[in-house]
């Protein structure tokens, strides 16, 4: 069964920092473009960041997030590193597995997410 798995969500104070990590089962992560998606409260989801697949070396960030947040993959796992958080940043991360390296949510197999919640 392939399945994607986050991990890392949690409960932190602002400006400071989190690791998310998915991580593959069933399959093998690293052909694939990997996305983070995060999906607040009333909101539609928004795309974070992605890394292209193989050594590609690609990535892309949504300008809510550039030069705080970075995403990096080794063996089968993907990361997300976010530093300086706020509170806007709160919401449900998911990622997810596909062909295409965007920030669309374009992607073939998706995690069931997991909570950030950013608060004093």
């Known amino acids: 069964q392939l399945q994607l798995v986050e991990s890392g969500g949690g409960l932190v104070q602002p400006g400071t920092s989190l690791r998310l990590s998915c991580t593959a089962s069933?399959?093998?992560?690293?052909?694939?473009?990997v996305g983070w998606f995060r999906q607040a409260p009333g909101e539609g989801r928004e795309g974070v960041s992605c890394?292209?697949?193989?050594?590609?070396?690609r990535t892309q960030y949504a300008d809510s997030v550039n030069g705080r947040f970075t995403i990096s993959r080794a063996e089968n796992t993907v990361y997300l590193q976010m530093n300086s958080l706020k509170p806007e940043d709160t919401a449900v991360y998911y990622c997810?597995?596909?062909?295409?390296?965007?920030?669309?949510?374009?992607?073939?197999?998706w995690g069931q997410g997991t909570q950030v919640t950013v608060s004093s």
């Open positions: 890394i292209g697949g193989g050594n590609s070396g």
């Open positions: 997810a597995a596909g062909f295409m390296l965007t920030l669309g949510e374009e992607y073939d197999y």
């Open positions: 069933g399959f093998t992560l690293d052909p694939f473009a």
